[in-house]
């Protein structure tokens, strides 16, 4: 049983944290950040420039440059992301339940640190994905797997290690568990930075003291590439490049053993931060933390929500209409209201954007297409797990035409806000440009469909709105990719793109259908 203790405490963990819309976001911040990182030559830019000549993007630079630089940012946000979680059970109430268990310090304390090294390694897992497919686009040469998981593994494993430990240490000591711990971690990750300083020595490749210590890995990174190549004079990260020189190609095996066994070394001091919190955790005693009951916390979301109260009347004629129409009609229609209702920023982006489409000029109805679009996934991405989240499932089940009919029911409701939404832009379009116009309605139909199904599948808005989310932000980078041009912003769309979306649209139909007839035997 005491084996299993901290595995039980981190699964929980996990569920605690991947379930909370703060890790959606912070997935997506990550993903962002990878493209971000990953400059489009044709800019005049690159990731890796030496001796002002621009590094192709092959497997092992667009390796060894993400992991360095996200190995940078994640040694930071990586603490705050990370602690907090013995502050929440002592705001809950939850640490005096916690302090009243037979389980041990240690066996508690190393199931928090292993839960937060796994959901670390998630977010660097998402990150790695978003690189892949940076390659697929911008890439020169084939994705090798193996040199992306050893390069990230050299330089991200010690620092996540680190971190996570560092996160534990000071929320289990009470004198660093609030603004002092924050500023004690950020003169460390400052301290992280100038090693990169002091580990130039090592540009022969010997390694010094200072390489042991260096958790992050980015001083490493560096140090490790300067003697490969030969040279000081590289950049790393936005560089500026003389395309009248020669490309370089890096070699795909850029880690020699004895830099492998310096990591493996400092992985294995990266836990160290953690062995004093065994003895150190205050085990949420009244006389060693203050255990005060924090209020209940509350999102801009719903301030934002509650500002926009007045624009929730809008779903009133709604529902009025929805009464009176027979049939699947007035179901729609209810479904409409109740959108309406329960988010008011959908009434007011139903006022504004129409608006702003037809006073806009007809070059920046693309633009504003972009900001349509990711409203409105937004707002369909929990229309088909709304009646799952509030338990109500099986009511909404019993009306007329069951639970396949309510599938049926809230594709067409995420269709309708859409076309509402975006009905001017299309109707523009349709008079100058009538593929770009389809495109849109192909789009906005597949997508409709990709959401009642994800939410069907999953029980959650945040597997369809993470994936949503995602790939318009892909598609706003790649404006020359045909198939990636989902709703025409681009206008690199073509015929084979709606031909896609149609069989999309029709794939997410039936099997939302089948999915949801299984469930009735």
């Known amino acids: 049983m005491k084996l299993l203790l901290p595995c039980i405490v981190a699964l929980t963990e996990m569920r605690l944290r991947l379930r909370r819309l703060s890790s959606l976001v912070t997935v997506l911040a990550v993903i962002v950040l990878a493209w971000t990182m990953i400059p489009d030559p044709q800019s ?46 002592m705001r809950s109430g939850a640490g005096s339940v916690i302090a009243a268990t037979s389980a041990s310090n240690a066996g508690f304390l190393f199931g928090r640190w292993l839960g ?19 390659h697929a686009l911008r890439g020169d040469g084939p994705i090798e797997i193996s040199v992306y998981l050893l390069t990230y593994a050299a330089l991200m494993l010690p620092m996540v290690l680190f971190v996570v430990s560092c996160a534990v240490l000071f929320d289990s000591f009470s004198p660093l568990m609030g603004k002092l711990g924050d500023v004690i971690f950020f003169f460390i990750w400052i301290a992280q930075i100038a ?13 010094n003291i200072y390489m042991v210590v260096d958790f992050i890995g980015t001083a490493t990174s560096m140090v490790n590439l300067k003697a490969m190549v030969g040279t000081e004079h590289l950049s790393l990260g936005i560089a500026s490049f003389d395309s009248r020189l020669a490309s370089i190609l890096l070699p795909a095996q850029l880690w020699s053993s004895k830099m492998l066994a310096l990591r493996a070394l400092t992985t294995a001091l990266a836990v160290i931060p953690l062995l004093p919190s065994f003895i150190l955790f205050h085990r949420f005693s009244p006389d060693r933390v203050k255990m005060t009951q924090a209020s209940k916390r509350r999102s801009p979301l719903t301030y934002l929500n509650q500002l926009l109260r007045p624009f929730s009347r809008l779903a009133q004629p709604c529902f009025h209409l929805a009464r009176s129409l027979p049939g699947m009609t007035g179901q729609v229609m209810a479904d409409l209201a109740l959108t309406l209702a329960m988010t008011p920023m959908a009434g007011l982006a139903l006022l504004v954007l129409p608006l702003l489409s037809l006073i806009s000029t007809y070059s920046a109805l693309s633009g504003l297409l972009t900001i349509c679009v990711a409203s409105w996934g937004i707002l369909i991405s929990d229309i088909s797990c709304r009646d799952h989240q509030n338990a109500c499932q099986e009511i909404t089940g019993v009306v007329p035409g069951g639970i396949a009919q309510r599938y049926l029911r809230h594709f067409i409701t995420a269709a309708l806000l859409g076309l509402l939404m975006m009905v001017v832009i299309v109707l523009r379009w349709s008079m100058h440009e009538p593929l770009r116009a389809l495109v849109l309605l192909s789009g906005i139909a597949s997508m409709s469909g990709a959401a009642s199904l994800a939410g069907r599948l999953s029980g959650t808005s945040r597997t369809f709105l993470a994936l949503f989310l995602f790939g318009l932000y892909v598609a706003v980078n790649a404006t020359k990719v045909p198939m990636i041009d989902v709703f025409g912003f681009n206008g690199a769309a073509n015929v084979q793109t709606i031909l896609t979306q149609c069989v999309i649209t029709v794939l997410s139909l039936f099997g939302g259908y089948w999915y949801n007839q299984r469930r009735l035997t």
Request: aromatic fraction near 8%.
């Open 195 to 207: 090693l990169m300083e002091k580990a130039d020595k090592a540009l022969a490749g010997q390694v």
């Open 116 to 134: 937060g090294v796994v959901y670390l390694l998630s977010l660097i897992l998402a990150f790695l994905l978003a690189m892949l497919v940076c």
């Open 44 to 89: 005049g830019t690159t990731l890796l420039a030496i001796k002002n000549a621009r590094v192709l993007y092959s497997s092992s630079a667009l390796a060894l440059g993400s992991a360095s630089l996200a190995s940078f940012l994640f040694g930071l946000a990586g603490f705050y992301l990370a602690r907090g979680r013995i502050a929440e059970d």
